[in-house]
Nanobody, 115 residues
């Protein structure tokens, strides 16, 4: 079993930056893709970004060029650097570890972009 703990969510003004962190424990996840989803009240979770064990990355169109995902497999950690934040980025951000039997999920961290 893998436990994921996110941190770094906060209130930030439009145009600002935040860095989210997610640490996995309980088992090594160095070979698994890791990434982030986000969710606003009343809506489904939207995929944001993913990083593979080899460092390859993918991004949703809505965040491409503004967000950067990275990982340190030795530390079982994934980060999401978010720049040029917009009010529409406001959401609870969830870290995940992908696996064939179903993803592991964190509890989420709130990001609010508002002036």
């Amino acid at each position: 079993q893998v436990q994921l703990v996110e941190s770094g969510g906060d209130l930030v003004q439009p145009g600002g930056s935040l860095r989210l962190s997610c640490v996995a424990s309980g088992s090594t996840v160095s070979r698994n893709p890791m990434g982030w989803y986000r969710q606003t009240p009343g809506n489904e979770r939207d995929w944001v970004a993913e990083v593979f064990s080899g460092g390859e990355t993918n991004y949703a169109d809505s965040v491409k060029g503004r967000f950067t995902i990275s990982r340190d497999s030795a530390k079982n950690t994934v980060w999401l650097q978010m720049n040029s934040l917009k009010p529409e980025d406001t959401a609870v951000y969830y870290c995940y570890v992908a696996r064939s039997g179903g993803n592991f999920w964190g509890q989420g961290t709130q990001v609010t972009v508002s002036s």
